[in-house]
């Protein structure tokens, strides 16, 4: 998908600034234009798709009659912020990639749905699951996230539990999955677009979707909502991996989301009690069901440790119990020593 944007403004320091950081961005195409008669005269021809402009580049009010989108720069010195009050408006003076994420999704409610998926990214779903608690599944979701973001994946990390614990190290500032619910139930809104535009940069260069936060939200969603949801991530052309953590408990959302899975990551730990919940595991119709797409990761392992053998599956790591170390700490010791073998995980 590609959108073409003019930048409208004088202050050509700022604009300099502006392109340096979108020009990152391989969707758009961008134009720049520092007197407002010139951007008069090429709206003429309907080009652009967003027109970002400076509302005191011009004393009148500019018309924007061929333009889906115009966005206007909001600043407090602005002189005629006034003339565009039923416009869409972004902080001027904040940090770029805020500015592109507000436009973007901004510009996806516009846009209108697209269903011309990137096919050519071939996107591959792992799941990070465990029937017990205090497994460390999310530790291991974390790590292969990282792993692979480090190996030169396109890597995008999402948690699908009831109750996000990853923001840990992924920073929490949105409801970013309810985001995603709500435009995959939407016809008029770019799916993809929308996710460009909730997506952020996390621990070690992966790139991660904020979970829930609340319980109510969690269980408003439906498990036809979620699977629309990560069926529509895996065809985005977003990633070329997309780790997901998995709820403990197996319900209908989890199931979901387990069923679209291309890798099913079993965390396991050692003890009699442990042990006794695979067992149990392993003689559910989901386990029979998704077998061939399991691989089993041992954590907390120590010597003599001995974990459950209920399961004949490909172990793909056994990680050593690091104690109490911080979060990011054990992620980045998992790494060093190469306690997950990603070649097993996801498998191609």
Same mark, same amino acid.
């Given at each position: 998908?590609?959108?073409?944007?003019?930048?409208?403004?004088?202050?050509?320091?700022?604009?300099?600034?502006?392109?340096?950081?979108?020009?990152?961005?391989?969707?758009?195409?961008?134009?720049?234009?520092?007197?407002?008669?010139?951007?008069?005269?090429?709206?003429?021809?309907?080009? $652009?798709?967003?027109?970002?402009?400076?509302?005191?580049?011009?004393?009148?009010?500019?018309?924007?009659?061929?333009?889906?989108?115009?966005?206007?720069?909001?600043?407090?010195?602005?002189?005629?912020?006034?003339?565009?009050?039923?416009?869409?408006?972004?902080?001027?003076?904040?940090?770029?990639?805020?500015?592109?994420?507000?436009?973007?999704?901004?510009?996806?409610?516009?846009?209108?749905?697209?269903?011309?998926?990137?096919?050519?990214?071939?996107?591959?779903?792992?799941?990070?699951?465990?029937?017990?608690?205090?497994?460390?599944?999310?530790?291991?979701?974390?790590?292969?996230?990282?792993?692979?973001?480090?190996?030169?994946?396109?890597?995008?990390?999402?948690?699908?539990?009831?109750?996000?614990?990853?923001?840990?190290?992924?920073?929490?500032?949105?409801?970013?999955?309810?985001?995603?619910?709500?435009?995959?139930?939407?016809?008029?809104?770019? $799916?993809?677009?929308?996710?460009?535009?909730?997506?952020?940069?996390?621990?070690?260069?992966?790139?991660?979707?904020?979970?829930?936060?609340?319980?109510?939200?969690?269980?408003?969603?439906?498990?036809?909502?979620?699977?629309?949801?990560?069926?529509?991530?895996?065809?985005?052309?977003?990633?070329?991996?997309?780790?997901?953590?998995?709820?403990?408990?197996?319900?209908?959302?989890?199931?979901?989301?387990?069923?679209?899975?291309?890798?099913?990551?079993?965390?396991?730990?050692?003890?009699?009690?442990?042990?006794?919940?695979?067992?149990?595991?392993?003689?559910?119709? $989901?386990?029979?069901?998704?077998?061939?797409?399991?691989?089993?990761?041992?954590? $907390?392992?120590?010597?003599?440790?001995?974990?459950?053998?209920?399961?004949?599956?490909?172990?793909?790591?056994?990680?050593?119990?690091?104690?109490?170390?911080?979060?990011?700490?054990?992620?980045?010791?998992?790494?060093?020593?190469?306690?997950?073998?990603?070649?097993?995980?996801?498998?191609?």
């Amino acid at each position: 998908m590609n959108i073409s944007i003019a930048i409208a403004d004088s202050n050509k320091e700022y604009v300099e600034r502006l392109l340096e950081v979108l020009q990152q961005y391989d969707e758009l195409t961008i134009h720049v234009y520092t007197n407002w008669q010139k951007l008069q005269t090429a709206m003429v021809g309907g080009r $652009f798709d967003v027109v970002l402009f400076d509302p005191d580049i011009s004393d009148e009010r500019m018309t924007f009659s061929k333009v889906r989108l115009p966005v206007c720069l909001y600043s407090d010195e602005a002189r005629n912020c006034g003339l565009y009050a039923d416009t869409a408006k972004v902080i001027k003076y904040q940090r770029i990639s805020s500015i592109y994420k507000e436009m973007i999704r901004a510009y996806a409610e516009k846009a209108g749905y697209s269903a011309d998926f990137d096919r050519s990214q071939n996107t591959t779903v792992a799941v990070v699951y465990s029937p017990m608690g205090g497994s460390g599944k999310t530790t291991v979701a974390l790590a292969l996230a990282s792993k692979l973001a480090s190996q030169g994946q396109s890597v995008l990390f999402i948690s699908a539990e009831q109750l996000d614990s990853s923001n840990c190290v992924n920073p929490h500032n949105e409801d970013g999955i309810i985001t995603l619910v709500q435009a995959a139930a939407d016809d008029q809104v770019s $799916f993809p677009l929308t996710v460009k535009g909730v997506m952020k940069q996390g621990l070690n260069n992966m790139f991660y979707i904020e979970g829930f936060q609340r319980l109510a939200d969690y269980d408003a969603v439906t498990d036809k909502e979620m699977s629309d949801v990560f069926d529509k991530l895996r065809r985005s052309g977003v990633c070329n991996v997309l780790v997901v953590d998995m709820e403990t408990s197996l319900n209908a959302v989890g199931r979901a989301v387990a069923d679209l899975a291309d890798t099913i990551v079993l965390v396991e730990r050692p003890g009699e009690l442990p042990a006794a919940k695979v067992e149990m595991f392993a003689h559910q119709v $989901f386990a029979n069901e998704h077998m061939n797409k399991m691989v089993r990761v041992f954590n $907390f392992a120590e010597n003599n440790s001995k974990f459950s053998q209920a399961l004949d599956r490909p172990v793909a790591g056994t990680i050593h119990n690091y104690g109490n170390l911080p979060l990011k700490n054990v992620i980045q010791a998992i790494n060093m020593n190469n306690e997950l073998q990603t070649e097993i995980i996801i498998r191609k």
